[in-house]
């Protein structure tokens, strides 16, 4: 849900606000989960969010990697139980291909 909402920031021509309602209903998910991830997204400076009438959300971050959003949603890959030394290997390379999964870079 998180990639999905980055990316349809992204790809809107306005970088106006916009309500977390047109954007559940545009991708079909649910208001109040989706308003749950915006707030996760919002603490981590990933997204933008202003109360009122003319609030909404918008993108705030410059760049936004996989790793940025795995990390907002589903905490530091280093903290993955169990953890196993066998384990090291394989969580740094999937930190570091996503690291290079740029999602959203501002201006492209």
């Given at each position: 849900?998180?990639?999905?909402?980055?990316?349809?920031?992204?790809?809107?021509?306005?970088?106006?606000?916009?309500?977390?309602?047109?954007?559940?209903?545009e991708l079909r998910f649910?208001?109040?989960?989706?308003?749950?991830?915006?707030?996760?997204?919002?603490?981590?400076?990933?997204?933008?969010?202003?109360?009122?009438?003319?609030?909404?959300?918008?993108?705030?971050?410059?760049?936004?990697?996989?790793?940025?959003?795995?990390?907002?949603?589903?905490?530091?890959?280093?903290?993955?139980?169990?953890?196993?030394?066998?384990?090291?290997?394989?969580?740094?390379?999937?930190?570091?291909?996503m690291l290079r999964v740029?999602?959203?870079?501002?201006?492209?």
């Amino acid at each position: 849900m998180a990639v999905e909402t980055v990316l349809y920031l992204k790809r809107r021509a306005s970088t106006d606000y916009i309500q977390s309602k047109q954007i559940a209903k545009e991708l079909r998910f649910s208001v109040g989960y989706l308003q749950k991830v915006i707030q996760t997204l919002s603490k981590r400076g990933i997204i933008e969010c202003k109360r009122g009438r003319i609030g909404g959300v918008k993108m705030r971050a410059n760049v936004v990697t996989l790793l940025d959003l795995w990390e907002a949603t589903c905490g530091q890959l280093e903290s993955v139980d169990p953890p196993l030394p066998l384990m090291k290997k394989p969580l740094k390379a999937l930190h570091d291909a996503m690291l290079r999964v740029v999602i959203y870079k501002h201006g492209k």
